[in-house]
């Protein structure tokens, strides 16, 4: 049973326009969520995290937000570009779960111009 | 700086052979692991180790091996490949003070 899932498989955005990535969990002791993007042939890399202490995150064009009693978490980019094209993986982990990065399925994200 | 460093990028094996992946970080990081990416089932924790001399088990260890002699090393191997383990393995190392994991470019590893 997936601990972390991301139920939309891909999405497609215009590029300018704001794209929305979704993320639920179901173990209550994850007490911090990252977001990693990955290109074709390359390892994945950090985005941004957030932890369970707060409900939003932003960086740049990047937000993050946590909703703990839904225990869902969702990535914003906005605007939305070309270069976003990649696959984002939504990860959880928790102190009591030894630290260790439980991963979503991911999301393709194609953002057209 | 190179990071996490992966050999071989790809490698084709027959079933019943040995193989070992070889994973090397400059980073000094403690904690290491090895994840397969497999479609539609997002990154899956094989085994990590959080200091030299410690290993652990993920959530996908069967058939797979890791030994962390040094700090720096963090090997993977399949004693006896089968076609299930025909995937995309990443190393990884994590960063202690914010939890950050950093990874590798991959490993493709086809088994027939």
């Known amino acids: 049973d997936q601990q972390v899932k991301q139920n939309s498989p891909s999405l497609s955005v215009q590029e300018g326009r704001i794209s929305i990535l979704n993320c639920d969990y179901t173990n209550s002791m994850f007490d911090y969520f990252l977001w990693y993007k990955k290109y074709p042939a390359e390892g994945p890399t950090f985005l941004i995290s957030?932890?369970?202490?707060?409900d939003k995150n932003e960086d740049g064009r990047f937000t993050v937000f946590l909703n703990k009693s839904a225990k869902h978490l969702s990535l914003h980019i906005v605007p939305s570009q070309p270069g976003d094209s990649a696959v984002y993986f939504c990860?959880?982990?928790?102190?009591?779960?030894?630290?260790?990065?439980?991963f979503g399925a991911g999301t393709i994200l194609r953002v057209k111009s | 700086i190179a990071g996490i460093t992966q050999a071989p990028t790809s490698q084709i094996l027959a079933a019943g052979r040995r193989m070992t992946l070889r994973c090397t970080q400059d980073?000094?990081?403690?904690?290491m692991y090895w994840y397969r990416q497999d479609l539609g089932l997002g990154l899956r924790l094989i085994h990590y180790?959080?200091?030299?001399?410690?290993?652990g088990k993920g959530e996908v260890p069967d058939g797979y091996s890791v030994s962390r002699a040094n700090t720096d090393d963090f090997p993977l191997t399949l004693a006896s490949a089968v076609p299930s383990q025909t995937s995309v393995y990443f190393c990884?190392?994590?960063?202690?003070?914010?939890?950050?994991?950093?990874f590798g470019e991959g490993s493709r590893l086809t088994v027939l």
């Open positions: 980073m000094r990081h403690n904690a």
């Open positions: 957030i932890s369970s202490i707060k």
């Open positions: 990860a959880a982990s928790a102190l009591g779960y030894g630290n260790k990065l439980v």
């Open positions: 180790s959080n200091t030299a001399g410690t290993t």
């Open positions: 990884a190392s994590r960063r202690e003070n914010t939890g950050e994991l950093f």
